[in-house]
Nanobody, 120 residues
């Protein structure tokens, strides 16, 4: 069963913007935090931004001032607004959540990822 679905990736020119969405399953009883990660070719996966259940946010230094993470609880969706994109932002962006399903312990869940390519 798919519990997290990312969307919004694509091809954008340097300096452009994209907004990624991470839609969480309504099956989750509770979500502790949601984070956006990225995995570039030949590189390890790295944390981009995270938002807690209480609304606190944290960003990797390389996106501070350019990316904004937010959530819409009514839609069970977390967004990543990416501005001033650079070629080095090219990666597969993945959504991760620490969440709880009925009858299961707290676990980490991953989406399938969405490709972001920044190129002229």
């Amino acid at each position: 069963q798919v519990h997290l679905v990312e969307s919004g990736g694509g091809l954008v020119q340097p300096g452009g913007s994209l907004r990624l969405s991470c839609a969480a399953s309504r099956s989750f009883l509770s979500i502790n935090y949601v984070g956006w990660y990225r995995r570039a070719p030949g590189k390890q996966r790295e944390l981009v931004a995270i938002i807690t259940n209480g609304g606190s946010t944290n960003y990797a230094d390389f996106v501070k001032g350019r990316f904004t993470i937010s959530r819409d609880n009514a839609k069970n969706t977390v967004y990543l607004q990416m501005n001033s994109l650079k070629p080095e932002d090219t990666a597969v962006y993945l959504c991760n959540a620490e969440a709880k399903l009925r009858g299961y312990p707290w676990e980490g869940y991953w989406g399938q990822g969405t490709q972001v390519t920044v190129s002229s």
